[in-house]
């Protein structure tokens, strides 16, 4: 069975400073998707980037972007120019190319600080 | 204009009781999901159901029953509600295409039992 490990049950990062977020997985998988998830306070689940295994090419969304190491199995997410309003839970999560399931890490609490 | 709605957003109830949440996708997606966040966090896939079909079935007790009617819409019903059901029941639903683009939430239904 795919599992995803976050290693860092809480970060904390200055405003305007970059953190980076650790997930690695585990899979026997070739073909398979990456994830990271935002819960604010609010509770709501917010898709902030993905990844296709296939692409050698990191992903990158505005502030946000993600070291993929394929033979590692590690995906990380970098958050530059930390903002208040990144402060939230961060979600790694995995589905295999032939899977519905969307498997999650346990997640990272990410404080930000002025 | 909400993409994924759930209502209720929050329910306290005693033990014994049988309750249901609703959930209902308004994106045209052909997947819908239930998943449970513990007081952990840990998000755990229930169920799935794929054009009216269940797809996923999980170790879950059998009090708990989804329903279908269409595949816009994915009902969670929970029979003698028990202590340790307290926790946020979130919907999800996806779109099976090549190109994967995770799944849209709703916000999340807080069930308290007490």
């Known amino acids: 069975a795919q599992t995803v490990t976050q290693s860092q049950p809480e970060m904390s990062v200055q405003e305007a400073e970059t953190v980076t977020l650790s997930c690695t997985y585990d899979t026997s998988e070739s073909d398979y998707y990456l994830f990271w998830y935002k819960q604010p306070p609010s509770r709501q689940m917010i898709l902030v980037i993905r990844q296709e295994a296939y692409k050698q090419q990191n992903a990158t969304e505005n502030r946000f972007s993600v070291n993929f190491q394929k033979a590692a199995k590690s995906f990380s997410l970098k958050i530059s120019d930390s903002q208040l309003g990144d402060a939230a839970m961060y979600f790694c999560?995995?589905?295999?190319?032939?899977?519905?399931?969307?498997?999650f890490g346990k997640g990272t609490l990410l404080t930000v600080n002025p | 204009d909400t993409a994924v709605s759930q209502t209720p957003k929050y329910l306290v109830t005693q033990m014994g009781n049988d309750k249901s949440i609703k959930c209902e996708q308004n994106?045209?997606?052909?997947?819908m999901y239930w998943y449970k966040q513990d007081s952990k966090k840990f998000l755990k896939i229930m169920f799935s159901y794929n054009n009216k079909e269940l797809i996923i079935n999980e170790t879950v007790p059998n009090r708990f029953s989804p329903k279908s009617p269409d595949k816009a819409h994915l009902n969670l019903h929970i029979n003698s509600l028990e202590l340790g059901d307290s926790a946020v029941y979130f919907c999800?639903?996806?779109?099976?295409?090549?190109?994967?683009?995770?799944?849209?939430f709703g916000s999340g239904t807080r069930l308290t039992v007490v």
């Open positions: 999560a995995y589905r295999g190319g032939s899977n519905y399931k969307l498997t």
């Open positions: 999800a639903s996806s779109q099976e295409t090549v190109y994967n683009y995770g799944y849209t």
């Open positions: 994106l045209g997606h052909d997947t």
